[in-house]
């Protein structure tokens, strides 16, 4: 988990602006997803066995929020519009995207 979150806070640092970020800790996989673009081509090499998570900023997030309904969700900061998912609801977002 630690490893997910040196990810998490790189990712974020690099990205002032949206993002959809998902990782899987098992086997070092991870990638980044925008609206518009190919979540096949972002996504599409996580395996979603295992220790898998996601975070989502910006219109990402809003993606997420309106299109996927019933996700347990973890909240960043109140300064910050983040919110975090792992397990199975990681898993579903990837295999829905």
Same mark, same amino acid.
């Given at each position: 988990?630690? @490893?997910? /979150?040196?990810?998490? /806070?790189?990712?974020?640092?690099?990205?002032?602006?949206?993002?959809?970020?998902?990782?899987?800790?098992?086997?070092? !996989?991870?990638?980044?997803?925008?609206? #518009?673009?190919?979540?096949?081509?972002? =996504?599409? $090499?996580?395996?979603?066995? #295992?220790?898998?998570?996601?975070?989502?900023?910006?219109? !990402? =997030?809003?993606?997420?929020?309106?299109?996927?309904?019933? /996700? @347990?969700? @973890?909240?960043?900061?109140?300064?910050?519009?983040?919110?975090?998912? $792992? #397990? !199975?609801?990681?898993?579903?977002?990837?295999?829905? /995207?």
């Amino acid at each position: 988990m630690t @490893r997910a /979150l040196l990810l998490l /806070l790189l990712a974020f640092s690099t990205h002032a602006s949206a993002v959809l970020v998902c990782a899987n800790d098992t086997y070092d !996989e991870h990638g980044q997803w925008y609206v #518009g673009q190919s979540a096949d081509a972002a =996504l599409g $090499q996580i395996d979603t066995v #295992g220790d898998v998570w996601c975070y989502a900023t910006g219109a !990402e =997030l809003n993606y997420v929020k309106n299109y996927f309904s019933g /996700l @347990r969700v @973890r909240t960043g900061a109140k300064t910050i519009d983040l919110m975090w998912w $792992q #397990g !199975e609801d990681a898993a579903f977002i990837l295999n829905n /995207l």
